[in-house]
């Protein structure tokens, strides 16, 4: 019976050990996102800044990148550039959010909500993974 008490105390503190090591957010989502990018009219030139003015991608739509949603407590926007020639250059916010996953972290309150969530960028996610933009033709009418 004692032996069996052992075990079960070995088992409880192995389980609190690696509960304590995860973090709800990083374990159950991510913090690089895949992105569409689309547009009207199609093969539009995109070019894609990051919160420090750092191009994170140049091509042309339609396209799906992936984007890391945040770092170390700062949540990530993105500016979105896109033109073509005959149609006024455009640009927009791609924008994130906390991650409802985040509030989750009962098990290791101190090492997930402070530490490995935020270090991840798991305690962020975007608020939209599908990003559109209608180009203006340059005589004043849309596409």
């Not at 503190?13 to 895949?34: D, E, G, I």
């Not at 750092?54 to 170390?72: E, W």
């Not at 020639?85 to 985040?102: F, I, S, V």
């Amino acid at each position: 019976m004692k032996r069996f008490s052992v075990k079960l105390i070995n088992f409880a503190l192995l389980t609190v050990l690696v509960l304590s090591l995860t973090s709800c957010a990083t374990m159950f989502s991510r913090s690089k996102y895949k992105v569409t990018f689309t547009s009207t009219p199609e093969n539009a030139n995109i070019e894609v800044y990051n919160k420090a003015g750092k191009l994170m991608y140049r091509g042309q739509t339609p396209v799906t990148i992936p984007l890391k949603s945040g770092h170390c407590y700062v949540k990530e926007e993105y500016t979105v550039k896109m033109s073509k020639w005959g149609y006024l250059p455009q640009e927009g916010k791609l924008k994130t959010k906390r991650n409802n996953a985040y509030l989750w972290n009962f098990p290791n309150i101190v090492l997930g909500y402070f530490f490995i969530d935020p270090m991840t960028g798991a305690m962020f996610n975007f608020v939209d993974k599908e990003f559109y933009m209608c180009l203006e033709l340059e005589s004043g009418g849309t596409y």
